[in-house]
């Protein structure tokens, strides 16, 4: 299953006549992605990349890193689309510039320094890969798997309370709604403090009997939360070259350091 | 950690409640760029969790209302926002472990939860950054403030009292959201053991 952000970001591309549509084995590979294991791997490898390397080791692990993106996990290369991000970039890249040491010209009150900017240029390239792999990681792995996983990790029935969470979400927001008018026609509003703690009250109040009405329906039909297998990342034997090759690689790079 | 069917299901609703705090008011709050925003959604969330840890009061109870509801807002409008996400978790993190260190349940115990969850926003922009920029970022701040205070002719000292004055002011809302929920909880429960023993099923 391809995620629509990376639909999206193809047909965008493809579009502007500089995206070919993608072949067969890459469409497996995204369908393998969406999986969870092959994106956990280049996400580990792209972390990994980012806070090991310097340098130019880092400037050629960053091109990795968005080549796995551009393969792997697209939805995380939208990210890049974002004004903002360039903004909070290119400011990092200005502020390390002016307060950097060794300045070697001067501008009004400001200095500029080489260093600095080369500095500001390492910090924008690591924050360039981790940004990416993690938009990818989260737009790429369902809900449910992720807290699957956290499921695994001793959250016991985490699965269960998001799904009964996700159910109960438009009930939550018209009794809180309803409680906020309430209060309001009633003047309750006079005194704030008190007006919160009431109205914190009523809505924990009207949130527990939903989630009482949840209990009774299901105990009506002898569910058991335990006896659900949380959905899980399937470990497969294909991942192992891929691993393989991205720790040869992640070496590689780290051995330009020296 | 396990969780009854009856206790799960209130972690889902309670985590369901900040969730949509989160994504109503949140949203409002960022869209008009409300100073404090994260103070003030830190303070309403962590009460709804400490009300929950009264409720259910099990060690994680805290952690898995701040998990839910963390998981709940990549559901946002603006699409997954991870940054606030983590900020929630960590939040019920901090909670939890105070409450489970504290011991017995108690009004200072769940002001200092309720601080300690609040505070972490202060820390939180400062500690993500580090992690994704890297160590730099944190000493380039420190010289943007010299460089500053030295700038606005004002002591370096005063920049620091302004930071501790910040602190003070997360610790203090965050120990007011712990008391609320703290007298909120026993209503609530009070409540609910009314209801119950009308309706003949005392707990």
Redo the contacts between chains.
């Keep these: 299953m391809i995620p629509g952000d990376a639909s999206q970001l193809a047909g965008r591309f493809s579009a502007a006549g500089r995206w070919r549509l993608p072949s067969r084995a890459l469409l497996r590979l995204r369908a393998a992605a969406s999986g969870g294991d092959v994106a956990v791997v280049c996400f580990a490898f792209s972390l990994a990349a980012g806070v090991l390397c310097r340098g130019v080791a880092l400037a050629a692990a960053l091109a990795v890193c968005l080549t796995l993106a551009t393969l792997v996990y697209p939805a995380g290369l939208l990210v890049l689309t974002r004004r903002r991000t360039w903004v909070l970039l290119v400011l990092l890249i200005a502020s390390s510039t002016v307060v950097g040491p060794d300045p070697a010209w001067t501008l009004g009150p400001f200095g500029i320094s080489l260093q600095g900017t080369l500095a500001g240029a390492g910090m924008v390239m690591r924050a360039l890969i981790i940004i990416v792999a993690v938009m990818g990681l989260v737009s790429t792995v369902p809900i449910d798997r992720i807290g699957g996983v956290l499921e695994h990790a001793g959250l016991h029935g985490l699965g269960f309370a998001v799904g009964v969470a996700f159910n109960l979400l438009p009930l939550i927001e018209r009794s809180l709604v309803t409680s906020w008018h309430a209060m309001r026609l009633r003047a309750g509003l006079r005194r704030p403090f008190t007006a919160m703690r009431l109205l914190l009250v009523a809505a924990v109040t009207s949130s527990l009997r939903c989630a009482d009405e949840v209990v009774l329906a299901a105990e009506a039909r002898a569910f058991d939360p335990s006896a659900r297998r949380a959905s899980r990342f399937v470990w497969r034997r294909r991942i192992v070259p891929l691993a393989l090759a991205l720790a040869v690689v992640l070496v590689a790079l780290t051995g330009m350091l020296h | 950690?396990?969780?009854s069917?009856?206790e799960?299901?209130?972690?889902?609703?309670?985590?369901?409640?900040w969730?949509?705090?989160e994504m109503?008011l949140g949203a409002f709050l960022h869209v008009l760029h409300v100073p404090f925003t994260g103070a003030v959604l830190g303070s309403i969330g962590i009460?709804?969790a400490l009300?929950g840890r009264v409720?259910v009061p099990r060690p994680?109870s805290t952690?898995?209302i701040a998990?839910?509801a963390a998981?709940?807002k990549?559901?946002s409008i603006g699409g997954?926002v991870?940054s606030p996400m983590i900020a929630i978790v960590m939040e019920g993190l901090l909670a939890d472990a105070v409450l489970s260190l504290g011991g017995r349940p108690r009004r200072t115990t769940f002001a200092l939860a309720g601080a300690a969850a609040v505070t972490w926003n202060t820390l939180h922009m400062v500690l993500i950054q580090g992690?994704?920029?890297?160590a730099?970022?944190i000493r380039?701040y420190m010289?943007?403030v010299q460089?500053a205070a030295a700038?606005l002719h004002i002591p370096t000292a005063s920049v620091v009292a302004v930071l501790i004055v910040l602190v003070a002011g997360h610790v203090v809302a965050g120990a007011l959201a712990g008391l609320?929920a703290w007298?909120?909880?026993r209503?609530?429960v009070a409540?609910?053991a009314l209801v119950e023993i009308d309706a003949g099923e005392p707990s």
């Design positions: 950690m396990r969780l069917l009856k799960l299901t209130i972690v889902a609703a309670l985590g369901a409640l969730g949509s705090v109503t009460c709804i009300v409720v994680g952690l898995s998990v839910v998981l709940l990549a559901l997954v991870l992690l994704v920029f890297g730099g970022v380039m010289i943007m460089k700038l609320v007298q909120a909880g209503s609530v409540r609910r």
